[in-house]
């Protein structure tokens, strides 16, 4: 920070990553709250020798200067590099300036790579919270411990596990896709089990997380996570407070993430304005609709989840917007988000398994092609995060009326799918889950709800084992 870019600072607001401290003869107690603060937020400057004063609802600032410079200078980075008063040495950059004859000094404290940063005890943890100092909750310090396993959680082996986990509709599903999106890549000449190797679904034989959680069975995923679970819900109205009834609907369990993706991406496609396309996926290579931003914030939310954390990630569709809430903060300040690549994946190999489909931007978050959406439809986008969870949320360019249009054609869709499923079964009673995902082209998990709903309408039941047995229409 320069001196003019303090000046122009105290000319405004006190910002969030920006905050003064008077320190005339002494450091302030309170110095060490916006210290941990910004260590487990995004980081930012205290600067000493200032007063602050609220006048009409405004800060206005008076230069005081600080006394015995030296001495508190040393004071303060002595105890911020000692083990003495945080939890971990924290680093700092100093900096003096001279304002109307009076000096102050200004110190940058980083955000922390070994979250949470606390006074003595962890209760003691602070977070920033607007242009202020919060304690934070027992639920933040645990999402903040969670973090120390960025970038690392998803490439963890998964003892116990097995290829044998793995979900292998949902595998030879993806493996189907690459060959049809990404040709050239080497790895489609492989056989399943070196394939599985080289993208980092297996390491020393055991599933990794991300590879689980990706493309494994939904029993394996549990034993894993119990709380696995990724929600989807379409509201009619504008808010659930408006809303008629609690959802219109609302997605089953799916048995990964490659299955929600699938699922959730079509119940999106019929939402936005998706001109037709040659490809089999519904996205051209250069695609600037609607749909590539919003498959765009799908994308970001499934890879970038923090999976064990006691909030799921859903996806909300209101008549007037769609909102993606996440589990787990960006990991960068979002006042640079949209200015810079940012590239700190929270589950490296999720991502890179949508990278390899084509599926997802090369470069950080997607956040360039989330942001297209304002040009492209003239409505808002809006970011937002804190320390427990991320939101995406899109304005709607569409009305009330086309809303019941777009969802009468999903349950219409869903409808034809289960006069298929029907017809199949009447021409051989014996067809087995897999033979009907194969001759619909749908995954094993939407022959699942299709069954299941046709069992609950009274219009199929099934008489002996699963292996033995066969369907019976009523």
Request: contains cysteine.
């Amino acid at each position: 920070m320069t001196k003019d870019e303090l000046l122009s600072r105290l000319n405004g607001e006190e910002w969030n990553d920006f905050e003064v401290k008077e320190a005339k003869s002494e450091i302030p107690k309170n110095a060490w709250e916006t210290v941990s603060a910004f260590s487990n937020s995004y980081g930012g400057w205290i600067v000493f020798g200032i007063k602050e004063k609220r006048a009409g609802g405004k800060s206005v600032y008076e230069i005081q200067g600080v006394d015995h410079v030296e001495k508190i200078e040393q004071d303060f980075v002595n105890v911020l590099r000692s083990n003495g008063k945080f939890n971990q040495r924290i680093s700092v950059q100093a900096e003096r300036f001279v304002i109307n004859g009076k000096t102050v000094l200004a110190f940058y404290i980083p955000m922390s790579e070994f979250k949470p940063i606390y006074i003595s005890v962890p209760t003691n943890t602070y977070i920033r919270v607007g242009s202020g100092d919060q304690r934070a909750t027992e639920y933040e310090v645990r999402a903040m411990q969670r973090d120390q396993a960025f970038g690392k959680k998803s490439n963890e082996a998964v003892f116990g596990t097995s290829f044998e986990d793995i979900n292998q509709n949902s595998f030879q599903d993806f493996r189907a896709y690459l060959r049809a999106f990404n040709p050239i890549l080497p790895y489609n000449t492989l056989s399943d089990s070196d394939f599985a190797v080289k993208t980092g679904i297996i390491i020393n034989g055991l599933l990794t997380v991300g590879g689980l959680f990706m493309f494994g069975k939904i029993e394996a995923i549990l034993r894993c996570n119990p709380d696995f679970l990724i929600d989807y819900m379409e509201i009619p109205g504008a808010t659930i407070q408006e809303a008629e009834r609690r959802y219109s609907f609302r997605l089953q369990e799916q048995e990964n993430i490659w299955e929600y993706y699938k699922v959730i991406l079509q119940r999106l496609r019929t939402r936005v304005d998706n001109p037709y396309s040659p490809r089999a996926d519904g996205i051209a290579p250069d695609d600037n609709t609607q749909l590539y931003c919003i498959r765009e914030a799908l994308v970001n939310m499934l890879a970038h989840a923090d999976y064990f954390s006691e909030i799921h990630s859903t996806v909300r569709a209101y008549d007037n917007s769609l909102q993606f809430q996440n589990a787990g903060s960006f990991p960068v300040n979002l006042d640079i988000v949209g200015r810079t690549i940012v590239s700190q994946p929270r589950n490296p190999n999720l991502l890179r398994f949508f990278k390899l489909a084509k599926i997802s931007e090369n470069g950080g978050y997607g956040i360039d092609k989330i942001l297209t959406w304002k040009n492209i439809t003239n409505c808002e986008v809006y970011i937002s995060s804190d320390i427990t969870k991320s939101e995406v949320v899109f304005e709607l360019p569409i009305n009330v009326n086309q809303r019941q249009s777009t969802s009468n054609d999903v349950d219409n869709a869903e409808k034809s799918l289960s006069k298929r499923v029907l017809t199949l079964i009447e021409a051989n009673k014996r067809i087995s889950i897999a033979e009907l995902a194969n001759s619909t082209n749908q995954s094993k998990s939407s022959i699942d709800r299709v069954i299941a709903e046709l069992k609950r309408t009274g219009k199929l039941s099934r008489s002996g084992t699963a292996r033995s047995g066969q369907w019976i229409l009523l």
